[in-house]
């Protein structure tokens, strides 16, 4: 699908990366190499040397900025009409273009909303399928933005909220994906996410432990599936001067030529 770029933030879980690589091939690639904006956001651990072995393109920052405030940085980069955000603990089951579908008049993003007080609602941005150019031409140029009411700081506007909230105040509107909690993470019709795999603790709680067992097995089933040649994007590497400038402009978004 030309139309749309796959974004994924990496760090430190090679298993889960290849698994929602392979398996997102495995459902989507058919002659044509695949959109991918893949940021790996300071990885230690043999995550960048394997995207590199297998000819992935990739986004290296040389340590970690935070998730949201990676997706941030780079919204401007990406130049398709659509985007799909999906975190490194997503395995996909089917293929999901057909959501672009869902992405008619006022609906300009597909994904689960959430709302655990006190935290404000947002869409579920482990899996998000968004209609990025309609919300450009509205005037969303960011992922977060100063525009939240008390800052950025706030902790209750957490990772996808203050868009959510934007995206409501322009009148527009999300298709909410059926979503089932488990001990797994996030079931969905066509992806499961496995919850807070990459979440950065010297001691993971036993369901994570777990979880990323199952993703060392998973990944197994993939073994036929060749990543080489099968996606475009760039690849470019951050200094430490260059990211550190990007991160004192605070919220304000880097501007590319498509």
């Keep these: ?3 749309l770029t796959l ?3 990496s760090c430190d879980q090679q298993k889960a990366t290849e698994l929602c690589l392979k ?5 989507h690639y058919i002659d044509t190499p695949l959109k991918i904006l893949l940021i790996d956001n300071g990885s230690t651990d043999n995550t960048k040397s394997w995207l590199k072995e297998n000819q992935i393109p990739f986004l290296d920052l040389p340590r970690n900025v935070g998730h949201q405030e990676v997706i941030n940085l780079v919204w401007n980069k990406i130049s398709t009409p659509y985007v799909l955000l999906a975190d490194t603990d997503v395995e996909f089951h ?3 273009y057909n959501y672009v579908s869902l992405l008619k008049g006022t609906t300009v993003s597909v994904g689960s909303l ?3 007080p006190p935290l404000h609602p947002r869409i579920g941005p482990w899996f998000w399928f968004i209609a990025i150019q309609k919300l450009k031409d509205a005037g969303i140029h960011t992922f977060s933005g100063h525009g939240c009411p008390h800052g950025m700081a706030d902790w209750t506007y957490d990772n996808g909220s203050w868009l ?4 409501q105040e322009l009148g527009l509107t999300n298709y ?3 979503m089932t909690e488990s001990w797994l993470g996030q079931l969905y019709e066509k992806v499961i996410h496995y919850s807070q795999i990459s979440t950065r603790t010297a001691t993971p709680t036993k369901e994570v432990r777990e979880r990323r067992e199952i993703i060392k097995t998973l990944v197994k089933n993939f073994s036929d599936i060749e990543l080489r040649d099968k996606f475009i994007g760039k690849n470019e590497t951050w200094s430490s001067e260059f990211l550190e400038a990007q991160m004192k402009k605070g919220w304000n978004p880097i501007f590319y030529d498509n």
Excluded: Q, R, T
Aim: proline share 4%; net charge negative; hydrophobic share 40%.
């Design 1 to 3: 699908m030309e139309n």
């Design 7 to 9: 974004v994924v933030v």
């Design 23 to 27: 398996s997102y091939v495995k459902h």
């Design 94 to 96: 089917d293929n999901v």
């Design 114 to 116: 959430m709302h655990n």
């Design 164 to 167: 959510w909230e934007k995206i």
């Design 176 to 178: 909410n994906l059926p």
